[in-house]
């Protein structure tokens, strides 16, 4: 059995003693180590910062060697349990959900720690400490911005506490006129930083919205931001022509939208000019054939995903995307809602009842007995008239508008809802059946869970796909969704189909409602676990 108490021991001896005192043999034991034993060695690690940060006594010197050896010590252990957990978190049964807890108290303990070196010192300052007290306060801005980032990476709020120690971090290294004095936050940091630099990060990921992005992509923009976040500099003086955003050093809230009544000695302005010459430098080069890694982006960073997530937070930075498409108003009722493209096939598949109007006119069908628009096809099935069984889910449809829905729920049984997630609902006070996907989440751990749902058809239409390609591995025939062109929301038609079955320029056999056509599939407008969205061309209509 590993004795973590021998390990936290020798952590706690002279480096001269410590049989994992550097960098690469600290490296090799992580390694060596079963992944259950790194879980409880952090575990180990935290309770040794929490026993510190109680401990009132310690001098100011050992505190401070104390703490940077432990950070140092627990950063491979810490970056092993955050890896893991991220991988599998939207898995509800992964072992490695357990780890989240010990990830969050590491987060927290160690800036704490920091923070009472800091208040410390600056009770009695010492010239001979100044130069660790730079890193120590970048570090404690750092430790800070990882419990707003995992907040983010969960779409949960970020506690007005955690703000509040970011800013009186940032105004302390302000005003002691060393928040652009460059450190190297580790010993093995790759590059250099700064106390700016480090605030300005998690108010940059804030501004990205990232209640709308996928947890990787949390992940990939915050690492962008390590080096982006250079590009920005805060300034004293309100200069509204070219600054776009401030935050209040004062306050417990994140950075804003800039106004004009936003005054005062607390203030800090910035604008994004430099850094958007960054981001369109990094673009250029890799539409240009440059490898994302060779430019600081990460090995995760795939084309042409990753090039569509830059240009996104780009938009949102500059603000070019900040206005809603339509005005969303209130309307509060009850929602019937099924997840995900199986379920909403099975709600489709029985078939629809014909309710005719005279020649010429457009016909109003019903699928499962609920109408879903108006259409000139002819179809003669029969089909089921309950929709929504008693045992589906209800939401609360808070207000709509043309091209969506925001909706709250009980949070109890929906961990797994995420980013592009398909929905099928029905509001209860009308006969429509309609399809949306998921694209903003916040979660409050003592409410409703709230999304933001756009719209992608207000009248789907359950169609079959046949392959048309000899020697296709796939399933001769499958069930597919076809959307029709939504022209108020500026989308044009498409087919939801499963990833399986979706192959850019595959040829099939579309059938619906006793009509069938020959059709090319374009490349996909999005993709998720379980569907792909995507438009096609007609080749051929079959009589």
């Known amino acids: 059995m590993f004795d973590f108490s021998g390990l936290i021991n020798a952590i706690l001896r002279k480096k001269s003693d ?26 180990e690690i935290v309770r040794a910062l929490s026993s510190i940060n109680e401990n009132k006594k310690m001098p100011l010197k050992e505190r401070i060697r104390v703490c ?22 939207e898995d509800e049964k992964a072992p490695e959900r357990v780890y989240l807890h010990t990830i969050l108290a590491f987060w927290d303990e160690m800036a704490v720690a920091y923070q009472i070196c800091i208040r410390s010192f600056a009770q009695d300052p010492s010239a001979k400490l100044w130069p660790t007290i730079h890193i120590l306060t970048a570090r404690a801005l750092y430790h800070f911005a990882m419990q707003a980032k995992w907040a983010y990476l969960r779409y949960m709020p970020v506690e007005g506490a955690v703000w509040r120690n970011l800013h009186r971090l940032y105004l302390f290294a302000e005003r002691e006129k060393f928040e652009k004095t ?65 935050v209040n050093l004062g306050d417990t809230k994140p950075a804003r939208s800039l106004r004009r009544n936003m005054l ?29 890694a060779r430019l600081g982006l990460g090995e995760e960073c795939r084309l042409p995903q990753c090039l569509e997530l830059i240009e996104l ?68 099935t029969q089909g089921n008239d309950d929709l929504f069984e008693p045992a589906l889910e209800q939401w609360i449809m808070e207000n709509e508008s043309a091209s969506g829905y925001g909706v709250t729920f009980n949070p109890s049984g929906h961990n797994g809802l995420k980013i592009g997630s398909l929905i099928g609902l029905k509001p209860e006070s009308s006969r429509h059946f309609l399809i949306g996907v998921i694209r903003r989440i916040n979660k409050n751990p003592t409410s409703k869970t709230y999304v933001g749902i756009e719209t992608l058809s207000q009248a789907p239409i359950p169609v079959e ?6 020697g296709d591995s796939r399933a001769p025939q499958s069930n597919a969704v076809y ?29 619906a409602q006793g009509k069938a056509y020959t059709i090319r599939l374009q490349n996909a407008l999005e993709e998720a676990e379980d569907y792909s969205r995507v438009p096609f061309d007609v080749l051929a209509r079959h009589h």
Not at 18 to 43: C, F, M, R, Y
Not at 465 to 470: A, D, G, K, V
């Open 18 to 43: 410590d049989p994992v005192g550097d960098l690469k043999s600290a490296t090799i034991w992580v390694q060596e180590l079963p992944l259950a034993d790194i879980h409880n060695a952090q575990i």
């Open 465 to 470: 796909l046949h392959s048309l390609t000899s």
């Open 313 to 380: 937070v780009e938009n949102r930075w500059s603000k070019k995307d900040v206005q809603r498409k339509h005005e969303r108003k209130p309307n509060v009722k009850v929602v019937h809602v099924v997840q995900g493209l199986g379920d909403i096939l099975v709600q489709l598949k029985p078939g629809a009842k014909i309710k005719r109007k005279a020649k010429g006119e457009m016909v109003g069908y019903q699928v499962m007995g609920y109408t879903v628009g108006g259409s000139p096809i002819d179809m003669n």
């Open 264 to 292: 005062g000695e607390k203030y800090r302005y910035w604008g994004v000019g430099l850094l958007l010459v960054t981001i369109d430098k990094t673009v250029e080069q890799l539409k240009g054939g440059e490898l994302p």
């Open 483 to 511: 959307l029709l062109e939504m022209p108020q929301a500026q989308m044009a038609r498409s087919l939801l189909l499963s990833r399986q079955d979706y192959e850019p320029g595959r040829l099939l056999q579309l059938k």
């Open 68 to 89: 940077m050896y432990l950070n140092e010590k627990a950063r491979a252990l810490q970056d092993n349990l955050c890896r893991d957990y991220l991988v599998t978190m």
């Open 182 to 246: 460059q450190v190297k936050l580790f010993p093995d940091s790759s590059e250099e930083t700064y106390c700016m630099s480090e605030y300005l990060q998690p108010l940059m990921l804030m501004l990205a919205n990232p209640e709308s992005l996928q947890p990787q992509q949390i992940n990939q923009v915050d690492a962008w931001l390590d080096t982006w976040a250079k590009s920005i500099s805060l300034e004293t003086q309100f200069r509204p022509h070219r600054q776009l955003y401030a």
